[in-house]
């Protein structure tokens, strides 16, 4: 897919934070005459994400390097499968190895492991989400791992959605205020724009429902109160829930009949996938 400004800018910081004033180890060990082809190899079971990121950060550092995807983003391969071919200048090759390795190991991690929070809740109603727990500046590239491995993405940033949480209802006046807490947003943005609220306790559930919120969120609940609160809402809005929710843990949850689970650990903690670059350099 075309790449944004935002994602372009984002390889140039990242192919100058580790190439700086040049790659030292191969301007002075690898003869500029030297060429290289290579392949890229997955080495554990998993979901990819990324391949466009690679097909950028080598064109960008050379655009003699020609990169040949043998792979598509969002889909499951078993290791040792071929994800693309590369050939071109050694030198070139070698510089933009790592940060290509980076990006496409990252992301794959994060489609991997959304797609197995995904078949946690397989034959429910309950759609994995992901959050704004992103590393700083991938928020783009993170959000779009999420959707590779079958999840959904929440509001991008702040700027795209409203989420109420517990510390802006304590900064207006505690739960008293959630009415007008909700009121009061629906009257400043778009109509397009989606209200949402953090709730704990299904008192405040029953204030934010009587308020008209859009989505619900129910914060660290357990999955008896879930229910409670399921059949409460009875169908009125979109119910989510949120906090601490692991590999564990999701089933039991999304049995409760909620619509959305919100995952941090889809983007702050999932492991990077094993991926390497086997050259041959002539």
Known sequence: MPLNSQTRNLIALALAEDIGTGDLTAESVVPESATASGTMLLKQPGVISGIEIVAAVFATVDPAIRWTPQATNGTHYTDLTSLGEVTGPARSILTAERTALNFLQRLSGIATATATYAAAVAGTSAVVVDTRKTTPGMRVLEKAAVRHGGGANHRMGLFDGVLIKDNHIAAMGGDAAIGQIVRRARSLVPHTVRIEIEVATLDQLALALQAGADIIMLDNMDPDTMREAVAITDGRTILEASGGITLATIGEIARTGVDLIS???????????????DLTIA
């Open 263 to 277: 995952v941090g650990a889809l983007t702050h903690s999932s492991p990077s996938l094993d991926i390497s670059l």
